[in-house]
């Protein structure tokens, strides 16, 4: 999560519509999400 908060802000969303303003309100949860369904292969 570290290169997260280096990452420069205002560019444009993802694909999917994300911007990193709109990411940084629950990066740590969407980590954790990522993270159990790495564990459990279901990404």
């Not at 303003?21 to 279901?42: H, N, P, Q």
């Amino acid at each position: 999560m570290a290169k997260h908060w280096v990452q420069v802000s205002g560019k444009a969303a993802g694909i999917d519509g994300v911007t990193k303003e709109s990411y940084d309100v629950g990066v740590k949860e969407y980590v954790d999400a990522l993270l159990g369904r790495m564990k459990s292969f279901s990404y």
